[in-house]
């Protein structure tokens, strides 16, 4: 089992599925000729984001999240795995230096 998982994580004390919605996300290039239904939920203190059809190496068909949102040890991360065959292919983001604070100014 991974340890970053969404579906075998139990890393805070919090119900197991606190909220979920699904969109559609449409394909930015076809426009109508595909849209891709997206399940996004809170699951054991991660969001989890899970395309139609899309899953993670160690989850079952309709589980796994290939993408999700952390905070860990203090920072906001973005984990993905970007191959179903391949657990390690996970690679994690760390977000900490997109903060808005740290912007630069521009220059006119």
């Known amino acids: 089992m991974s340890e970053t ?19 559609a996300l449409p394909d930015k290039v076809r426009f109508k000729a595909r849209r891709l239904p997206v399940r996004v939920r809170m699951e054991n ?19 796994g999240s290939p993408v999700f949102l952390e905070l860990y040890k203090g920072r906001l991360r973005v984990v993905v795995t970007p191959d179903i065959n391949d657990e390690d292919s996970r690679t994690i983001i760390d977000l900490e230096d997109a903060q808005e604070w740290l912007r630069t100014p521009s220059k006119p």
């Open 5 to 23: 998982s969404c579906e075998t994580v139990v890393a805070m004390p919090v119900a197991k599925t606190i909220t979920q919605m699904i969109v």
């Open 45 to 63: 203190g991660y969001l989890c984001i899970q395309p139609q059809g899309y899953g993670e190496p160690d989850a079952m068909n309709g589980e």
